[in-house]
Nanobody, 123 residues
């Protein structure tokens, strides 16, 4: 079975940086598109960023564009989200998802997701 294990969350001051990792197992990592979502209590998941099976075509929500960078580490079967210039409104649980396709299409529902990792941005 596919497993997605996120890590790297924590508490940081505004303007700080964090690097989230999503280790993927149980599938051929290079055959699927992935995304990061985030969610705060009482609200639905918010799409943050995603990329294609080969790591190309990174896309970002307007809320994080220019501050976050998504990538794939194929040697470690890991999806990385590098977050910089963090703001209090970035506080959320971040989780990664897998799509059943190679090319990212956020209109397609993902078919696997992990538990996520908590990011808190506060002074």
């Amino acid at each position: 079975d596919v497993q997605l294990q996120a890590s790297g969350g924590g508490s940081v001051q505004p303007g700080g940086s964090l690097r989230l990792s999503c280790e993927v197992s149980g599938i051929t990592f290079g055959r699927y598109a992935f995304s990061w979502y985030r969610q705060v209590p009482g609200k639905g998941p918010e799409w943050v960023s995603g990329l294609n099976d080969d790591g190309s075509g990174p896309r970002y929500s307007d809320a994080v564009k220019g501050r976050f960078t998504i990538s794939k580490d194929f040697a470690k079967s890991t999806v990385i989200l590098q977050m910089t210039a963090l703001k209090p409104e970035d506080t959320a649980r971040y989780f990664c998802v897998k799509y059943p396709v190679r090319i990212l299409d956020v209109k397609i529902h993902y078919d696997a997701w992990g538990q996520g990792t908590l990011v808190t941005v506060s002074s």
